[in-house]
């Protein structure tokens, strides 16, 4: 079954106008959906739409209302929400056109492919995209998708194009009011040069194949162990959260994995200077003290408890 476009209209660029389809990007993965159950009898727990005081109504019986003040509303049925005539809504006017590093990562929120709706849009599709792709621009506009109107973003994908909805502004929590108790202390050099080494090390290209819910994989399997009977064991020892004493000793570890240079006799050098002064210290104590029968005191001690 072919799949159905998302979005149908077209690209403005000053004069020029591309007609488009738009396809969703992304598609839900793996899960596993629970129902609500009455134990007693083991059946489905239903949600029925219901009026205080009037009881179970009818679905065409039901508007939309938006609240203006308590218990007032304003009803709107869906033709006439669809009517709101918003230019958006059939057209994507690129109005600038910035670097794709400009756009933090946290503001972009959904993908859809862009191709052209047909074959006399395709050479005006095609300029475009290349356009984009020789500038290293990111074209910026606004279009009105499923009831609200986005900020999008349109860049080259393959032979494609890719247009991305982002978050507005006030959507998104300023990062300062979360990260405003962390110390501005510069790291250890040498954990940092393990840090990056570490990195280094486990760097490669992202396959995204790699990677799978292994949560859908586990709830699958103890599924599969309830329908055979087998008795279940909650195990909290995973929920446990490593205390920062245990990074501490992580880094410790795995700078020793590493085998630097000079890092393990450094921890020689600094033992050995430690013992010498705990050794003194009870030697000089001892020396002005006249009574010398006191240290044995404790073996008579342990001699007479033997007996």
Known sequence: MAARAYWQGQIRLALVSIPVEIYSATKSGASIAFHQIHEPSGKRVKYEKVVPGIGPVDRDEILKGFEYEKGSYVLLDEKEIEGVKLESKKTLELTQFVDAHEIDAIYFEKPYYV???????????????????????????????????????????????????????????????????????????????????????????????????????????????????????????????????????????????????????????KAPARKPAARKAPAKKAEPEPPAEEKPAPKRRAAAKRA
């Not at 279009?143 to 032979?159: D, F, H, I, N, Q």
């Not at 009011?177 to 080494?197: C, M, N, Q, V």
């Open 115 to 269: 191709v052209p709706a047909d074959d006399l849009a395709e050479e005006a599709f095609v300029v475009l995209r290349e356009a984009l792709r020789k500038t290293r621009k990111v074209g910026i506009g606004q279009l009105a998708l499923r009831g609200r109107e986005y900020a999008v973003s349109l860049k080259p994908c393959g032979r494609g194009l890719v247009l991305e909805t982002l978050r507005y502004a006030d959507e998104v929590n300023k990062a300062a009011s979360y990260f405003r108790d962390i110390g501005d202390a510069k790291p250890d050099e040498d954990l940092l040069d393990l840090a990056t080494t570490l990195i280094e090390k486990k760097a490669g290209k992202f396959d995204a194949s790699e990677f799978h819910d292994r949560y859908v994989d586990a709830l699958r399997d103890l599924i599969e162990r309830k329908k055979e009977g087998k008795t279940i064991k909650a195990d909290d020892g995973d929920d446990a959260r490593p205390k920062g004493s245990n990074v501490v000793d992580l880094m410790a570890a795995l700078k020793r994995s590493l085998d630097k240079p000079g890092a393990p006799a450094k921890a020689e050098e």
